[in-house]
């Protein structure tokens, strides 16, 4: 017979025994969702700690580039040079975690290696020349040299059209005067939301962004991450096979917007600006450094230019500028003015003598003196006033593109000046003083004379100053930080004129790779 007082007391017991799972099952979820949420908590507090950490090196790495430039020319390649030096700029130790000594934080500073068509084959460790690049802030200027020049340099880049060509000059340039394929301000506020054209010089090159048909993808190519190197995930699915291998770092891979070189003779003085104005003093400095030949004609030529005609040898009076009486009287006036060192070169000044009759005054550098006399006058004279030329392009490593909208260049020429870079020099300290200037050209007849001139405003053999992309990161490749550095090293301590986070712009870079005593490949 069944007692339904103990049935109801037996279906409680089971109630409570299935409330009681219930809930030990719910606390055990509740216990492992706040443990995961916790170890997430945790990780994400560890990521965060590691990226100020990182950040801090890859701004310690800026500092050491800084430190690195400020050191003498030769100093600098005795020591690898800025290239491709893996021993000073590969996995550079920089702290050390007092809590696990072999997790050291290091640095590295990294650049795309490209060939001489600017087509990416990985990467190096180093700088990148920011001369060896169009720098879009001078182009206006070198309309001044000769017109048309700067729309001829821009058209030589991939992809370039003349529409954007003028463009890009009208948004650089200070007027509003529409170029022949250009646009302006008007054009702009036509856009919604309408803005101003800038009319001067960019801040970084992604304002190219805001000049008419300029896409992303013709600034940055396939380079999503703009690490300089093409990853696997940025050519999978796009169309890399139809777009031309020079393009697929876009146009910021040709492009500044910072390059200038210093106008620094070897002891570190402004050379001399033999268009000075005031030719009491340029006669004082040219004393100070030449001899009464290099003074006396120099200061002839400011006064009386130089001479139409080619003296005859057998019938014509020439004679060297010292052996002329010559001493200014104070109210001379440097009517006439140098475009380059170079005009120098073989030239003659037509003067007059005391008894009425015409004397040649010829210039002390000369085909037979060439390689010794040009060298001496590119240390130690200029045409530009101030410790800095802007915007000349270094043609011991600008890409083939590059050299081929220079005024001046042909083809045969790059592909001279390509194979002649290709060769180290025999001395290993790069003691070989006619390469340390443009006018290496002219001395080693790989252009003549007339070709030079044209040549020299637009080309130096090297910038002062430099892009550097530094990581910082740790062994396990936890919180990676990214930094683009501009460096301006034309001033006695290296100046950061151009600083830019890119952390979140990852790149692929193994840590194996980028340096260190680590057992893992992670990446980041």
């Known amino acids: 017979m069944n007692n339904p007082a103990l049935d109801r007391r037996q279906n409680r017991d089971g109630v409570l025994l299935i409330i009681v799972l219930v809930t030990v099952v719910m606390m055990t979820l509740a216990a492992y969702t706040f443990t995961t949420l916790m170890q997430v908590e945790l990780q994400a507090s560890r990521v965060?700690?590691?990226?100020?950490?990182?950040?801090?090196?890859?701004?310690?790495?800026?500092?050491?580039?800084?430190?690195?430039?400020?050191?003498?020319?030769?100093?600098?390649?005795?020591?690898?040079?800025?290239?491709?030096?893996?021993?000073?700029?590969?996995?550079?130790?920089?702290?050390?975690?007092?809590?696990?000594?072999?997790?050291?934080?290091?640095?590295?500073?990294?650049?795309?290696?490209?060939?001489?068509?600017?087509?990416?084959?990985?990467?190096?460790?180093?700088?990148?020349?920011?001369?060896?690049?169009?720098?879009?802030?001078?182009?206006?200027?070198?309309?001044?040299?000769?017109?048309?020049?700067?729309?001829?340099?821009?058209?030589?880049?991939?992809?370039?059209?003349?529409?954007?060509?003028?463009?890009?000059?009208?948004?650089?340039?200070?007027?509003?005067?529409?170029?022949?394929?250009?646009?302006?301000?008007?054009?702009?506020?036509?856009?919604?939301?309408?803005?101003?054209?800038?009319?001067?010089?960019?801040?970084?090159?992604?304002?190219?962004?805001?000049?008419?048909?300029?896409?992303?993808?013709?600034?940055?190519?396939?380079?999503?991450?703009?690490?300089?190197?093409?990853?696997?995930?940025?050519?999978?699915?796009?169309?890399?096979?139809?777009?031309?291998?020079d393009m697929h770092l876009g146009w910021a891979n040709y492009i500044t917007l910072f390059s200038k070189e210093s106008n620094l003779n070897g002891e570190g003085l402004v050379r001399i600006n033999i268009n000075g104005t005031d030719l009491d003093l340029l006669h004082d400095d040219l004393r100070s450094a030449f001899n009464d030949e290099w003074t006396n004609y120099i200061l002839q030529y400011r006064i009386n230019g130089p001479s139409s005609s080619t003296p005859d040898p057998e019938g014509d009076v020439i004679q060297s500028a010292a052996e002329v009486p010559f001493e200014l009287t104070g109210g001379e006036q440097g009517t006439f003015t140098f475009g380059s060192?170079?005009?120098?070169?073989?030239?003659?000044?037509?003067?007059?003598?005391?008894?009425?009759?015409?004397?040649?005054?010829?210039?002390?550098?000369?085909?037979?003196?060439?390689?010794?006399?040009?060298?001496?006058?590119?240390?130690?004279?200029?045409?530009?006033?101030?410790?800095?030329?802007?915007?000349?392009?270094?043609?011991m490593q600008a890409p083939r593109r590059t050299l081929e909208g220079i005024p001046g260049m042909d083809l045969e020429l790059i592909d001279r000046i390509i194979q002649v870079r290709e060769f180290e020099l025999d001395d290993p300290d790069f003691l070989d003083i006619n390469r340390n200037y443009e006018t290496w050209l002219l001395t080693e007849f790989l252009v003549d004379l007339p070709t030079m001139r044209t040549l020299m405003p637009f080309i130096c053999v090297g910038g002062d100053v430099y892009q550097a992309e530094v990581i910082g990161y740790f062994g396990d490749g936890v919180g990676t930080s990214r930094a683009e550095a501009i460096i301006d090293a034309t001033e006695e301590i290296p100046k950061l004129v151009f600083w830019r986070d890119k952390t979140h712009l990852q790149g692929t870079f193994s840590v194996d790779v980028l340096g260190g005593d680590f057992g893992s490949g992670s990446d980041f």
């Open 48 to 245: 965060l700690s590691r990226r100020v950490q990182s950040k801090y090196l890859a701004d310690s790495g800026v500092d050491y580039v800084r430190l690195f430039l400020a050191a003498q020319r030769q100093d600098i390649f005795a020591k690898g040079g800025l290239w491709d030096n893996v021993e000073m700029f590969q996995g550079v130790p920089a702290s050390i975690d007092v809590n696990n000594l072999e997790l050291v934080g290091r640095f590295a500073v990294v650049a795309p290696n490209l060939n001489e068509d600017a087509i990416p084959e990985g990467y190096r460790f180093g700088l990148v020349d920011e001369s060896s690049k169009i720098n879009i802030n001078a182009l206006p200027f070198y309309d001044n040299w000769q017109p048309g020049s700067a729309r001829q340099i821009l058209m030589a880049l991939p992809g370039m059209t003349e529409e954007i060509a003028d463009s890009l000059l009208d948004w650089v340039d200070s007027d509003d005067d529409v170029r022949d394929f250009g646009t302006e301000g008007s054009y702009y506020q036509g856009l919604s939301p309408a803005y101003d054209v800038k009319n001067g010089p960019m801040d970084s090159l992604d304002e190219m962004l805001l000049v008419r048909d300029v896409t992303p993808e013709l600034l940055f190519g396939l380079d999503v991450n703009r690490n300089g190197v093409l990853d696997d995930n940025e050519t999978a699915g796009t169309n890399a096979s139809s777009l031309d291998a």
């Open 341 to 395: 060192v170079v005009d120098l070169v073989e030239t003659y000044v037509e003067i007059e003598n005391e008894e009425g009759g015409v004397v040649f005054l010829r210039s002390p550098i000369n085909i037979e003196t060439l390689g010794i006399s040009m060298t001496t006058a590119m240390k130690s004279l200029t045409v530009y006033e101030g410790d800095s030329i802007p915007g000349r392009i270094n043609i």
